[in-house]
């Protein structure tokens, strides 16, 4: 129970990496807030019949549009009203544009970008204020090896995962004098729901969640003294 006692926040935590994420930490004690587009009302929903929200391995939802500077606030206020503090935020939320450039339009470039760098620069500066202020925390943002490699039909996506690896970096160093680590995960190739039935694909030779659900329990729990940059994650074969 490495985690007990630990108050952890995972946007995009209903499904797929998320929700492999939720499963992980809750198993290792913590209380883990699961956020999503989807969830109805916008407040936390409590799952534990005794509404103990503080019980170990407990897992709850919220409504989160991150993209949405007035949702994120709201969560925020929701969150400090019910828990004293919260260590751990995980950026988890993104969607992917897989196309040639020149086929690419304004509207999936758009879309891209402002769920996977505007949504993380909402959420990371919230949790690094709320942080801030309590004695420091975790955030973890997930990015991918397209934020390193360039990879043909990946041009809005990839632009999205070095812009998100640039912008950790950067909030990393104004964190390291106030307690706020900021540490990026890049996995290779991750099989989930939206690999299905596409061909050249076989989830033996690709990541699974619980590989990178794990991962960021490994930099979770480290005390704050230990600061964790960056995990490259891949495949047995390399990046697919």
């Given at each position: 129970?490495?985690m007990?006692?630990k108050r952890v926040?995972?946007?995009?935590g209903?499904?797929?990496?998320?929700a492999?994420m939720?499963r992980?930490?809750a198993?290792?004690?913590a209380v883990?807030?699961?956020?999503?587009?989807?969830?109805?009302?916008?407040?936390?929903?409590?799952?534990?019949?005794?509404?103990?929200?503080?019980r170990?391995?407990?897992?709850?939802t919220?409504?989160l549009?991150?993209?949405d500077?007035?949702s994120?606030?709201?969560?925020f206020?929701?969150?400090?009203?019910?828990?004293?503090r919260?260590d751990?935020?995980?950026?988890n939320?993104?969607?992917?544009?897989?196309?040639?450039?020149?086929?690419?339009t304004?509207?999936?470039w758009d879309l891209?970008?402002?769920?996977n760098v505007r949504g993380?620069f909402?959420?990371s500066?919230?949790?690094?204020?709320?942080m801030?202020?309590r004695g420091?925390?975790?955030?973890?943002?997930?990015?991918?090896?397209?934020?390193?490699q360039?990879?043909?039909?990946?041009?809005?996506?990839g632009?999205?995962k070095?812009?998100?690896?640039?912008?950790s970096?950067i909030l990393?160093?104004?964190?390291?004098?106030?307690?706020?680590r900021v540490?990026?995960?890049s996995?290779?190739?991750?099989?989930?729901?939206?690999?299905?039935g596409?061909?050249?694909?076989?989830?033996a030779?690709?990541?699974q969640?619980?590989?990178?659900a794990?991962?960021?329990?490994?930099?979770a729990?480290?005390?704050?003294r230990?600061?964790?940059?960056?995990?490259?994650?891949?495949?047995?074969?390399?990046?697919l």
């Amino acid at each position: 129970m490495e985690m007990a006692g630990k108050r952890v926040v995972i946007t995009g935590g209903r499904r797929g990496l998320g929700a492999a994420m939720a499963r992980r930490l809750a198993e290792a004690g913590a209380v883990v807030v699961a956020t999503s587009r989807q969830a109805e009302p916008e407040t936390l929903l409590c799952p534990p019949t005794d509404g103990d929200l503080e019980r170990p391995g407990t897992v709850l939802t919220a409504r989160l549009d991150v993209t949405d500077e007035a949702s994120v606030e709201r969560l925020f206020r929701e969150l400090e009203s019910r828990f004293p503090r919260i260590d751990v935020w995980v950026n988890n939320a993104g969607v992917g544009v897989f196309k040639p450039v020149a086929e690419t339009t304004a509207a999936e470039w758009d879309l891209v970008m402002n769920t996977n760098v505007r949504g993380l620069f909402l959420c990371s500066r919230a949790a690094f204020v709320h942080m801030r202020a309590r004695g420091g925390g975790r955030i973890i943002n997930i990015a991918s090896v397209a934020g390193y490699q360039p990879i043909p039909e990946n041009g809005v996506y990839g632009a999205s995962k070095y812009a998100v690896r640039g912008f950790s970096q950067i909030l990393n160093e104004e964190g390291k004098d106030v307690g706020v680590r900021v540490s990026v995960v890049s996995p290779g190739a991750v099989y989930t729901d939206i690999w299905a039935g596409r061909e050249g694909f076989d989830p033996a030779d690709m990541l699974q969640p619980e590989d990178v659900a794990q991962t960021v329990l490994d930099i979770a729990c480290r005390p704050l003294r230990v600061r964790i940059d960056e995990v490259k994650i891949v495949p047995p074969k390399g990046v697919l």
